[in-house]
């Protein structure tokens, strides 16, 4: 079971940016994707984006062009750039590793934007 740890959460102002991370304990063997889901406080768990490991991204339509996935294998690392914070984007931010044969969550961390 691939292993997860989240950090980079915190309290920031609308408008302002925050970048999170995912390290993961290896890599899925064959093709597998790494994600970021969140979850609102009396909503459901969305997903916000996600890589392959061919690195094709995909963004859910409330965040394409504010946030940035990306990764860096040799750890294996995953990142969530997040610009342009608005309130709504408050949430635990998870992180999510599907592979043929493993589907694994972190823990998450928590992100609060607000003046």
């Known amino acids: 079971q691939v292993q997860l740890v989240e950090s980079g959460g915190g309290l920031v102002e609308p408008g302002g940016s925050l970048t999170l991370s995912c390290q993961a304990s290896?890599?899925?063997?064959?093709?597998?994707?790494l994600a970021w889901y969140r979850q609102a406080p009396g909503k459901q768990r969305e997903h916000v984006a996600d890589?392959?490991?061919?690195?094709?991204?995909k963004y859910n339509p409330s965040v394409e062009g504010r946030f940035t996935i990306s990764r860096e294998n040799a750890r294996p690392t995953i990142f969530l750039q997040m610009d342009s914070l608005k309130p709504e984007d408050t949430a635990v931010y998870y992180c999510?590793?599907?592979?043929?044969?493993?589907?694994?969550w972190g823990q998450g961390t928590q992100v609060t934007v607000s003046s």
């Open positions: 290896e890599s899925p063997s064959g093709f597998y994707v």
């Open positions: 999510r590793s599907i592979g043929a044969t493993d589907d694994s």
């Open positions: 890589i392959s490991n061919f690195g094709i991204t």
